[in-house]
């Protein structure tokens, strides 16, 4: 059975640094894109980026170039995303979802709760 | 950066039939487009209903269909049930990235 196990909820401090990640299994990991989603409280979903475990290629959307780091490890077979310097801003649900072949969407992970809060 | 979007809410009485939309201006929305539909219900991840304009995945209802209507992508539900209320976002694939629609809330009464 497919699934993407997503971490725990966190709750941290604006400037802070966090990374979140999402573990693959039932799948050979290294052959499957994993994209990450961001839905802020109460909107819509929005493209954060893409990587290939298989050989970390990474592609970011243009409103997140920089914003955040996309990685993977096809050994312990998980994706992550990172911030350096956490804001308010940043806060949030955040998804995993499986590629195949870089065009189809298949399964999601449960979702990683960010909040970023003095 | 493209915006895609849909019809920001319709309702609709259980057993009836509804069309949802996804386009984008300037542009008409086409298979290379890869167009996915995906169905979230309140409090819940994401779940993909369609990929590849038209294709269903193993545990997507029948009742749920894709298609391409007047250059937009398209998802009709035929026989609408009460559990089909949520929000619905279209996904296309602008070349190596990706854009959400901007979501229908579905209501069913």
């Known amino acids: 059975e497919v699934q993407l196990v997503q971490s725990g909820a966190e709750v941290k401090k604006p400037g802070e640094s966090l990374k979140i990640s999402c573990k693959g299994s039932g799948y050979t990991f290294a052959d499957y894109w994993i994209g990450w989603v961001r839905q802020m409280p109460g909107k819509g979903l929005e493209w954060m980026g893409i990587i290939y475990p298989g050989d970390s290629d990474t592609r970011y959307s243009p409103s997140f170039q920089g914003q955040v780091t996309i990685s993977a490890d096809k050994y312990t077979m998980s994706a992550n995303l990172q911030w350096s310097s956490l804001r308010a801003s940043d806060s949030g649900m955040y998804y995993c979802?499986?590629?195949?072949?870089?065009?189809?969407?298949?399964?999601w992970g449960q979702g990683t709760l960010v909040t970023v809060s003095s | 950066q493209t915006v895609v979007t849909q019809e920001p809410s319709l309702t609709v009485s259980p057993g009836e039939t509804v069309t949802l939309t996804c386009g984008f201006s300037?542009?008409?929305?086409?298979?290379?487009?890869?167009p996915h539909w995906l169905q979230q219900k309140a409090g819940q991840a994401p779940r993909a209903l369609i990929y590849s304009t038209i294709a269903r995945h193993s545990w997507t209802p029948a009742r749920f269909s894709g298609s391409l209507l007047g250059g937009k992508a398209a998802l009709t539900l035929s026989g609408v049930q009460p559990e089909d209320e949520g929000d619905y976002y279209c996904?296309?694939?602008f070349g190596s990235g990706w854009a959400f629609g901007t979501g229908t809330k579905l209501t069913v009464l």
């Open positions: 996904l296309l694939k």
């Open positions: 979802a499986r590629v195949l072949g870089g065009n189809q969407i298949d399964f």
């Open positions: 300037p542009g008409a929305v086409t298979s290379g487009y890869y």
